[in-house]
């Protein structure tokens, strides 16, 4: 390891693991895509391979933080903001469980059981930090508190494939029950407090995840679009829209990490659009998806040209 490269590892954040939250997204959006559409090229295949790629070199790089520099991982646990980005390791973990399951099953279930224990851990670590804290405020708060605990719901994707339906059952109700009163808090700080700072206003768009990943976890529950899913999924699409209006106060922001927060909410919403049309046969969902794949795609690339030009410039991983 350089000189350079070794003075720059103590700042290497987790929330690059966003960036393996998105990609997975899209790779999953894709797939869904390629089965409804019977399209001949399978992108699909590539970004998984992108993906897992680019989760092992993060991971290995992550791992080497903590190795040599504990004290800096431990600050960044404890921090009232970064803790909420940790579980992102292990979101990634069940992410990629849920990408891999149509092509290695066992290789899916490992990373699922790794993901789930390890998520299960965070929640109730971060949970543990909520309920005995004395540096939490308002002004902490963001729509990335969603990560460790509202972060449960994804779990049955693949859950149901992997073990009894409990288990599934169990960790979509953890996820389900906090999202609720946690969205009732992020808007009253959103509504009654100072604007978030410009490096936490992408996390916004994780408003739009966790009724779009409900959708599809609980269909893949129950095997139907009932009134709840609907419910879901069409409280997903009103975050969505809200959002797009207010590209203008997006447009103009620096370039920070955080951007990534863009990315998986937007894929999660299109396999949402797309399982509505599975289970529909309307057509709108079918046009709807469509636009929210290119949509997707197109973010994603833009992050990581913008990912790639901040690094080349040295403006990630530096000292706050």
């Known amino acids: 390891m350089t000189e350079t490269a070794h003075s720059r590892l103590p700042h290497f954040p987790v929330a690059w693991f966003a960036m393996i939250m998105g990609l997975t997204g899209l790779t999953l959006a894709w797939r869904k895509a390629e089965e409804n559409l019977n399209l001949t090229i399978t992108p699909s295949a590539w970004l998984l391979l992108l993906a897992t790629g680019l989760f092992a070199l993060v991971a290995a790089v992550y791992a080497a933080k903590v190795i040599k520099f504990r004290v800096a991982a431990n600050k960044e646990w404890s921090h009232p903001v970064k803790m909420h980005f940790v579980p992102a390791v292990s979101i990634s973990l069940i992410l990629l469980s849920i990408a891999w399951l149509p092509v290695s099953a066992p290789y899916s279930k490992l ?6 224990g390890l998520h299960l851990i965070l929640t109730l670590y971060v949970i543990t930090q909520w309920m005995h804290h004395s540096k939490f405020e308002i002004v902490h708060l963001n729509p990335a508190w969603f990560i460790p605990v509202v972060g449960n719901i994804l779990v049955p994707i693949a859950g149901v494939a992997h073990a009894p339906v409990d ?4 960790f979509f109700s953890i996820g389900l029950v906090f999202w609720l009163p946690l969205l009732t808090i992020i808007l009253y700080r959103v509504i009654f407090h100072a604007s978030m700072p410009e490096r936490l206003m992408p996390t916004l768009f994780i408003l739009i995840a966790p009724p779009a990943v409900g959708l599809i976890s609980y269909v893949k529950l129950t095997g139907e679009v009932d009134a709840f899913a609907q419910i879901l999924y069409h409280s997903a699409l009103f975050f969505t829209l809200l959002l797009f209006t207010q590209i203008r106060h997006f447009a ?19 396999i949402a659009s797309l399982v509505m049309f599975e289970h529909n046969g309307n ?35 530096v000292e706050e």
Do not use: D, H
Request: net charge positive; glycine share 6%; aromatic share 16%.
């Open 283 to 317: 057509m709108l969902f079918l046009r709807l998806s469509g636009i929210l794949l290119g949509i997707t795609t197109v973010v994603i690339a833009g992050l990581l040209v913008r990912t790639a030009l901040a690094v080349k410039r040295q403006e990630i991983c």
């Open 252 to 270: 103009n922001l620096k370039f920070f990490l955080s951007w990534w927060a863009y990315s998986f909410p937007l894929a999660a919403i299109t």
């Open 167 to 170: 288990v599934s059952w169990f």
């Open 111 to 116: 990373l699922w059981l790794t993901g789930v």
